[in-house]
């Protein structure tokens, strides 16, 4: 039988690769909307728009958050991610966007209190300062003695 009710939950679907490679590849985009998907059904919710960026999650300057994130205001729908560090690694950003009007939930926490956000977004800053220390180790290695 078809409800005539509309699901109670609706959401905005976002999901970030940081490369052109692996926007291309597939397997980033696809397993977050996997993610996304398999979340918004187990919870009766209905996914009214998708948007998928590339681009690097330490960014402030990012258009297609932006348009999401306006979206989100505009219609009170929830922005969903599979993971936090998907919406970014900027720990400021994320904490300024905990304390909005937009509400989110990251699909691997969907549970998340405000302080466990605040603690994961100092985390997937952490995480960012590490992966760039190691990308500037690897290119000065890699780099013919002179």
Request: zero cysteines.
């Amino acid at each position: 039988m078809v409800s005539d009710t509309a699901p109670s939950l609706r959401l905005l679907a976002f999901g970030r690769v940081s490369t052109a490679r692996q926007g291309k590849s597939g397997r980033g985009p696809e397993a977050q909307r996997k993610a996304i998907d398999d979340f918004a059904e187990s919870r009766g919710a209905i996914v009214i728009e998708r948007f998928t960026e590339v681009e690097s999650g330490r960014k402030n300057d990012r258009p297609v958050l932006e348009k999401a994130l306006t979206l989100a205001k505009l219609t009170g729908a929830t922005l969903v991610i599979a993971k936090l560090d998907r919406l970014s690694r900027n720990a400021a950003f994320l904490l300024t966007l905990r304390d909005s009007s937009v509400r989110f939930i990251a699909v691997d926490m969907p549970e998340a209190s405000d302080l466990t956000v605040g603690i994961m977004a100092l985390v997937a800053r952490q995480e960012r300062e590490a992966i760039s220390r190691r990308t500037k180790e690897a290119l000065q290695a890699a780099r013919p003695a002179a």
